[in-house]
C-alpha cells in the first residue's frame, strides 16, 4: 500500500512517482467561499491532476440540515463515496486549488469516517501546475463502485452543546482558524445574519499563519510557535473551529502533524454559533 495512517501529508515528488499506483486514489477536495464566485466543479472539469475525482463538499454533507457541508449520516457517505472508485483500505490523497485551504476538511472527514490511509498534497494543485507537471481534463470513469462500509469516529466531531459545556474547562482548549479580525468581531460575518466576535474563552490561530508562501505547512518548530504564541497549550485537548467547519481542518492538520491526536472539530463552527443568540458570545482579542 502507498500510504499508511501515519501519513498525513505527501509532496508532489512522491504522488508523481506514486500517480499509477493500482491502490492509490486521488480527489480533488476544491471548495471556495460563496464571495469568490468561483465554480469548484467546473475548475475541475477544466484542469485536475490526473487520475483525480472531484470530492463535492456541498454534495457529500448532511443535506436535511440548514447549516453547510455538516458531517452526513455514514450510509450516505459510504455510497457517495464508493462512487468516486475509494474502497476502505485504498489510500487517499487529497488536494485542492488554493494550496491548503478545503483538501483538509475532506482528509478530516475521510478519516472521521474510518478511511485512514488519506494523506493531503502540500501545496497542492497550485505546487503541481508551478512545477509544470501533467494535468488531464477528462475526469477519470469508475466502471464498478468499490465496496465500503464507514463509521463515524465520534470522538473527532463536536457539536454546539459539546462546545458549550467545554467553555470554562481548564482541561480543553477551543482554537478558531478564522482570520483575526472576525475573531475579534471587528468586522461583519461573511453570511448574513451572523453575530461577531467568538466563542467565549477561544484562541484564534488564522489558518493561514501556519502556511508557507507555497501552500504548505510551515515547519514543526514554526507551527509549534504559531500555536504556543496564540495560548494553546499543545498538551491539552483541542476543539478547533471556524466559519462553517472547512479551515478548522487545516488547524487539526498542523495538530496533527506536530503528533497532538487528541483533536476534534465544531462541525457547525460560527455559522452555528453566531446566529444562534442562546449561545454566548465574546469580542475583542483573546484572554
Avoid at 478530516?108 to 512545477?131: F, Q, S
Wanted: a negative charge; aromatic letters at 6%.
Amino acid at each position: 500500500m502507498p500510504l499508511t495512517p501515519d501519513d498525513i501529508l505527501v509532496t508532489t515528488d512522491w504522488l508523481a512517482r506514486h500517480l499509477d499506483h493500482p491502490d492509490l486514489r486521488i480527489l480533488d477536495g476544491s471548495w471556495h467561499m460563496p464571495a469568490d464566485k468561483r465554480d469548484a466543479g467546473a475548475e475541475f472539469r477544466s484542469c485536475h491532476i490526473p487520475r483525480a475525482q472531484f470530492f463535492d463538499i456541498d454534495a457529500t454533507s448532511d443535506r436535511s440540515s440548514d447549516l453547510p457541508h455538516m458531517v452526513p449520516d455514514a450510509g450516505q457517505f459510504a455510497k457517495q463515496v464508493a462512487a468516486l472508485g475509494i474502497g476502505q483500505d485504498d489510500s487517499v490523497v487529497v488536494y485542492d486549488a488554493q494550496g491548503l485551504f478545503s483538501a483538509a476538511r475532506v482528509w478530516w472527514l475521510l478519516r472521521a469516517m474510518g478511511i485512514t490511509n488519506v494523506a493531503v498534497l502540500e501545496g497542492g494543485l497550485p505546487k503541481w501546475l508551478a512545477e509544470g507537471r501533467v494535468v488531464a481534463t477528462a475526469p477519470l470513469s469508475v466502471a464498478v463502485p468499490a465496496k465500503l462500509t464507514v463509521r463515524m469516529d465520534e470522538s473527532r466531531v463536536r457539536s454546539a452543546g459539546q462546545v458549550l459545556r467545554a467553555i470554562g474547562d481548564a482541561g480543553t482548549q477551543i482554537v478558531d482558524a478564522r482570520a483575526p479580525e472576525r475573531f475579534r468581531g471587528e468586522v461583519p460575518e461573511p453570511h448574513a445574519g451572523l453575530r461577531s466576535g467568538h466563542i467565549p474563552g477561544s484562541r484564534n490561530v488564522f489558518f493561514k499563519a501556519l502556511l508557507k508562501d507555497d501552500g504548505t505547512l510551515k515547519s514543526d518548530g514554526d507551527l509549534r510557535a504559531v500555536f504556543e504564541d496564540a495560548g494553546v497549550d499543545l498538551n491539552k485537548p483541542v476543539i478547533t473551529s471556524c466559519g462553517s467547519g472547512v479551515t478548522a481542518a487545516v488547524l487539526t492538520l498542523a495538530l496533527e502533524k506536530l503528533g497532538h491526536r487528541d483533536v476534534a472539530l465544531y462541525d457547525g463552527s460560527w455559522t452555528e454559533w453566531g446566529q444562534n443568540r442562546e449561545l454566548p458570545i465574546e469580542t475583542g482579542k483573546a484572554d
